[in-house]
Each structure stands twice: as structure tokens, then as C-alpha cells.
């Protein structure tokens, strides 16, 4: 636990919309682009080296799980995984966390961008970027409900 991490606090659990035993997927308070989403361990785990095996097949699976969702409820094939671990991989949030954004043709302006578009918060520590528009709180909330709606028609 470590009370400065956005990622411990209790409300992080508004943002979530799909979890296992140790695991969260959450929304993107600060999308790059729409249905961006984050993997993040339960307690506080700072690097991808720290997680045991049978933790590394769970965070992977939930990253599986959570893509193939997005997949279809953005109706995008593609997608993106990153993981920037530690200070100069551009890690802003000392606890462990893979970004998973769905991308669709001409989203921006070359398929590659949106790793410059993930930058432009390395050097904030906040979960909110200011850089980065945020979505108001309403209609984050509302779509983690719609999200969360989808995947309850699945089960
Ligand atoms: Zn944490």
C-alpha cells in the first residue's frame, strides 16, 4: 500500500469494469483514445519483474480477456499493449500497469502515433494529465457502465 499511488486508493474501483482474484481492468480517466484501458494489480506492485508466475499468467490473461472485449465493443481488431517500466521507460505510476488501446483505421494520423500521444504524460505523476483532455466524471462513469453492461450481456 502506498497512499500517494492513484492506483491504491478505494475509488479506483469506479474505473473498473472487469477483474480476476489479484487483477483490475480499469478505464482511462485521460483517454489517448477512446476505450483506453489499463491492467493493474490489486495490491501495490511496482514492476512487471516483481509479479510471481502464477501472478504474471493472470495479469497476461486479464490483458487477453480485456483486448478481445474492447476488440468488440469498439469493433476494432487492432490494438495496442504497453508496458513502460520504470523511470526511463517513461513510467510516471510507480504501480505496475499495461496500457490496452483498441485502434481503428485513421484514429490518428499514422498508426504509430500513438505511442507520442502516451508521452506527452511522461513527465506528470498525476493519473489525470492536464496535457490530456480528461472526460468529465459523468461520462467517464457512464462508460465504464456502458462497458460493464456489455460484458454482463457476454457471461
Ligand atoms: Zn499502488
Request: proline share 5%; aromatic share 10%.
Amino acid at each position: 500500500m502506498n497512499n500517494k499511488c492513484p492506483f491504491c486508493e478505494p475509488n479506483i474501483l469506479e474505473s473498473a469494469f472487469l477483474e480476476s482474484d489479484n487483477f483490475l481492468a480499469i478505464s482511462n480517466t485521460s483517454p489517448i483514445l477512446a476505450g483506453h484501458s489499463l491492467i493493474i494489480p490489486k495490491r501495490h506492485i511496482l514492476s512487471f519483474l516483481d509479479l510471481s508466475e502464477k501472478e504474471l499468467s493472470e495479469f497476461i490473461f486479464l490483458g487477453q480477456k480485456t483486448a478481445k472485449i474492447l476488440s468488440d465493443y469498439f469493433k476494432s481488431g487492432s490494438f495496442n499493449l504497453s508496458i513502460q517500466d520504470g523511470f526511463w521507460a517513461g513510467q510516471t505510476i510507480f504501480h505496475l500497469h499495461m496500457h490496452i488501446i483498441p485502434r481503428i483505421q485513421n484514429d490518428l494520423k499514422s498508426p504509430g502515433e500513438w505511442y507520442h500521444e502516451l508521452e506527452k504524460t511522461a513527465y506528470t505523476t498525476e493519473i489525470d494529465s492536464s496535457i490530456r483532455p480528461k472526460l468529465s466524471k459523468e461520462d467517464f462513469l457512464k462508460n465504464v457502465q456502458d462497458l460493464k453492461n456489455f460484458i454482463n450481456k457476454l457471461i
